[in-house]
């Protein structure tokens, strides 16, 4: 195919998106006054919810699917380019502080490298060869979840990812934000959420970014509740790398024990800082190293641990 039959071919693809349609009830927008233009956008980024809602059967079934194949080791990898790919970034990077995950267990793969984080990288998304690369790169296999995001749904690097990491028997979901995609249709599990046209037009970094950015909190967040890493909603396997976070780790010691300052105190000293080995201490009965070993045996588990230490 010529580049300008690509071209005609792609523009009429592109024609056919909900994500790239025309607002001619907001062709008028840069006339407004600036609260008339914010009020639109408010309420333009209020209909996101529930546009994820709609999509909760299909995350929830990715979810446990995920916290599965993470329970047995896997990873879980994010793929995409521009604003997704970023999206993908941003949530894998927020893993290690929130619930001490070592930095290769959710891994953000963004088209063009890290460089693309900051500025476009010509022509990297359009390539579903450089994202079976950049798989290949890390061994995909069997025990790993690969997560496609696109707004469109049809960007070559996110469904080449999805295309590759199912090719390696790794668990596929496509991420995107219209229905039918070519991203749903390579992946074991589509999650479509359809937000619809966005206020600039084609401007994915609005709406559906929105909603991308929600359901990588829901696959992260809750995959990371079925792994054991909070104690109700607790983050007790939060990593106190700074003051702040040290000062946190004493306040969910206190929230999931209610033991006095100087008793958490000794706890966390006897744990190394461990704020999941801390509250068995405290309300097991156990000391450091048993509380260790419990941990160990129950994968993590507090409950379960809890339940070891006191039957």
Do not use: W
Not at 23 to 31: F, K
Not at 57 to 71: C, H, L, N, Q, W
Not at 79 to 103: H, I
Not at 166 to 174: D, K
């Amino acid at each position: 195919m010529t580049s300008t039959a690509a071209f005609a071919a792609l523009r009429a693809q592109l024609a056919t998106l909900t994500t790239e349609a025309f607002r001619a009830d907001l062709a008028d927008i840069d006339r407004l006054p600036t609260r008339a233009i914010a009020k639109i956008m408010n309420a333009e980024d209020a209909t996101v919810a529930a546009a994820v809602a709609e999509r909760l059967p299909e995350i929830a079934a990715a979810v446990d699917a995920t916290a599965g194949r993470m329970a047995r080791g896997g990873r879980l990898v994010y793929a995409g380019a521009g604003t997704a790919g970023r999206l993908g970034v941003l949530d894998a990077s927020e893993c290690p502080p929130t619930f001490n995950t070592d930095p290769g267990r959710v891994v953000g793969l963004i088209a063009g490298g890290p460089e693309a984080l900051v500025r476009a990288v010509e022509g990297a998304e359009d390539s579903e060869e450089l994202a079976a690369a950049d798989l290949a790169a890390l061994g995909v296999g069997p025990d790993d979840t690969v997560v496609g995001v696109s707004a469109s749904g049809r960007t070559p690097y996110a469904v080449g990812a999805v295309r590759h990491a199912r090719a390696a028997g790794a668990l596929t979901i496509g991420l995107s934000c219209n229905a039918g995609s070519a991203l749903g249709a390579a992946a074991e599990h589509a999650i479509e959420v359809v937000v619809g046209p966005e206020l600039l037009t084609g401007s994915t970094r609005l709406k559906a970014g929105t909603a991308q950015k929600l359901v990588l909190n829901m696959l992260s967040t809750i995959t990371m509740i079925r792994l054991g890493k909070t104690y109700g909603n607790l983050m007790v396997d939060v990593r106190a790398s700074n003051e702040k976070l040290r000062a946190r780790s004493r306040r969910i010691v206190a929230h999931a024990t209610g033991a006095a300052d100087g008793e958490i105190e000794a706890a966390l000293a006897e744990t190394g800082g461990e704020v999941k080995n801390a509250i068995l201490v405290l309300l097991g009965d156990v000391d450091g190293p048993t509380a260790a070993r419990l941990l160990a045996e129950s994968h993590g588990h507090l409950r379960a641990a809890l339940r070891a230490a006191s039957g």
